[in-house]
């Protein structure tokens, strides 16, 4: 079946309009159907025990101190500390049946009789179990006991210091700050349980889990995982038959001429974008250090291999988890992006021959802008988050404190005009074939893909830390998730099919054809799908059944990618060793299989929403996003940096064996880690979410348990073949900076293959 570039084009436009109006309507509900924060919750006798601007003002403390990346809320974040949300419901529960217990049978609840111990459980049940509306929440004796209560706990544990939860002194740094947190943090536990008006579930759809509160699987969580199952059956197949039946073509190597690295003229631009190569290396190491250490904070929470003890350093008081965590998470999203923007600079004079005037200074600029926003934005975290700035300062320079976003406003707006500098740039190197091709072709395309990462972005910055915080995480949601299903995955097609035409292994009339038909898969699939994060923030009930569809329908994108990655391998393999570009090959197949692993096949399990009401915020989502975004987006960022090194160093001087040797060991390290050691841990945590509830899945409880324990060593071996990747793969790089081949002089032209310039 042939289908023309000019009629994906139109699907593709048609896809982004539909998928605008669908996100658009859902932005207006967000606001309209957000749970309400109450002016005021009263006590029974009328007294105000917290209003709407403690819970605002708990908000801002819970972004400012970095909450967010120890513990998490609505089950988002990080999952080292507890989910405030589930442990506050939680406590609230336990609080309120001890209350009853003194005040009617002047004994604790513990000792009561099965019988008593029944009826009062009962009556809490249904006093949670009700609609949650109005400008007042009316609380009952025993509510009130156990809001107080929690406040206190709350001080306990996050003003004053709990080392055996991973907690440091002063991580909050007032006692009334700390209830305050514990005043939002409660408010999401109330409209976790209260019922929506007119509705017979909780605003969360029943989530957590929680049964003493009367929270349980909805009938709707049931049946969207029966229709996910059909919708996988039938997107399976169609997935196959499309694949079959669209004349899409395949990279050949026999009978082609595949230009030699000596071969290809270097410019100056291209120079200067290898620069960004050391500058990711550093970040990546930073970042997997880093995981070593959050790695091991889960066996000693106070302590890294009792060095504390022997040096006399607290190692949880100086660089505490929260922190460690937010960097580790910056630092990953920061080298990945910066690779990618180095490739995407690289590769215009390949397929042109020619470079703008000053393009090579231009690019050191955005490299010098882009090294002063890394440093300031991380900087700024440590400063934010240990109370260095004043009023409002903390949000725009230090630490805005939210999961992927963690950085302040200012270098936000930093990193979105690197993203504009770099169009522009791409664009200057592009604009010898953007005036020779459609609007649609191969160079246009890449334009599009990085275009949209930076429109997106801009979702970001549509909230303060006074907006309601499930209108907040709608919005981040757009960033986090459009981001990695969507833009990223239009960009990692676009840069593979640029890649193969500046081998010219394929033309860029056919690699343009096979990128659009991928990028209406992932456009169509992925941008509705980020409705998978509503079901349990406090969003209307209609992404139940739009997430549960577009999730699993995001599966057939990335089996397409994954067979494109196997045929990559086949022409790779057809050209022995006389193929020069089998290094970066190797991490693109190696991209498009961890992509179907850690997205597909992870992602698809814990997207059911059956599933995923008792997995949400647990260790297999952890095993989902290490093997998406590291496997998947690294190894493509690591195939480019490979790619542009074999362009750029002398030829006579030219060893891929550290390369290699980098590559195995980060395979084998994240298969190490992703299958032996996260993945068991998620499957028990999911076992004791279901049968014990899913406050007894987070807590520290369960983490100390011996095999949880035994599972948590047993990271190391993976871990510590990921380091040592990291360490081989930055010395090689610094290495080739020294072997690097002299560059054209701007006004030079280089000679460019006729499948290049002509095909269009």
Known sequence: MQVSRQTLAKLLVAAFVINLVVMGAGAALAYEKAPPIPERIAGPDGETIATAADVQNGKETFQKDGLMNHGSILGNGAYYGVDYTADTLDLKVQYMRQYHAREEYGSDFDALSAERQAAIETRVEQRLDRQGSGDVVEYSAAEVYAHQQIREEYVERYHEGSHERGVPEGMIASEDAARDFADFALWTAWFSHADRPAGDHSYTNEWPYAPGAGNDATAAAMTWSVVAMVLLVAGAGAAVWLYRSIDLPEPEIEGIDVPAPDNVALFPGQRAATRFIPIAAGLFLGQVLLGGLLAHFYVERASFFGLGELVGVNVLQWLPF?????????????????????????????????????????????????????????????????????????????????????????????????????????????????????????????????????????????????????????????????????AFEFFIVAIVGITLVSMNLLKRQSAAKAVMFEAL????????????????????????????????????????????????????????????????????????????????????????????????????????????????????????????????????????????????????????????????????????????????????????????????????????????????????????????????????????????????
């Open 322 to 486: 929260a922190i460690a965590k937010t960097w580790h998470i910056d630092m990953g999203i920061l080298w990945i992006a910066t690779l990618w923007l180095g490739a995407g600079l690289f590769l215009p004079p390949l397929l042109t021959g020619h470079e703008p005037d000053r393009q090579g200074t231009l690019v050191n600029v955005l490299l010098g802008a882009l090294v002063v926003v890394v440093v300031g934005g991380l900087v700024g975290i440590w400063l934010g988050m240990q109370g260095f700035f004043e009023g409002d300062l903390w949000w725009w320079l230090g630490n805005e404190g939210l999961e992927y976003l963690e950085v302040g406003r200012v270098w936000q707006l930093g990193l979105l005009a690197g993203f504009l500098i770099w169009a522009g740039l791409a664009y200057r190197g592009f604009k010898p074939l953007l005036d020779d091709e459609p609007k649609y072709g191969l160079s246009h395309l890449i334009l599009y893909a990085g275009g949209s990462i930076a429109l997106l972005f801009t979702a970001g910055l549509l909230y303060t830390p006074k907006t309601n915080m499930a209108v907040t995480e709608f919005w981040r949601w757009w960033v986090v998730h459009m981001w990695v299903e969507g």
């Open 521 to 760: 898969l992932v456009m169509g699939t992925g941008v509705i799908g980020v409705s998978h994060h509503y079901w349990w923030i406090g969003m209307p009930d209609i992404w139940v059944p739009l997430g549960s569809a577009f999730s699993t329908l995001e599966l057939v994108p990335l089996v397409f990618i994954l067979y494109e990655a196997i045929n990559e391998y086949r022409a790779m393999a057809t050209g022995g060793e006389s193929f020069p570009y089998t290094i970066p090959f190797m991490f693109i197949v190696a991209s498009g299989v961890w992509n179907f692993v850690g997205a597909g096949v992870l992602g698809f399990f814990i997207n059911l929403p059956l599933i995923n009401y008792y997995e949400h915020g647990t260790y297999l989502t952890v095993a989902h996003a290490h093997a998406a975004m590291f496997g998947a987006f690294g190894f493509l960022a690591l195939g480019m940096a490979s790619y542009m090194l074999r362009i750029s160093v002398d030829p006579s001087d030219w060893d891929g064996s550290w390369l290699r040797a980098a590559f195995w060991c980060w395979n084998v390290g994240l298969a190490l880690m992703v299958l032996v050691s996260v993945t068991p841990i998620g499957f028990l945590q999911l076992e004791v979410a279901f049968t014990e509830g899913y406050a007894a899945a987070r807590s520290v409880a369960f983490y100390e348990r011996p095999l949880v324990q035994l599972l948590f060593w047993a990271r190391m071996p993976g871990d510590a073949l990921i380091i040592l990747g990291t360490v081989i793969f930055t010395a090689d790089v610094l290495r080739k900076r020294f072997s690097l081949r002299s560059v054209l002089a701007d006004d030079d032209d280089a000679p460019v293959s006729d499948p290049v310039v002509s095909d269009d």
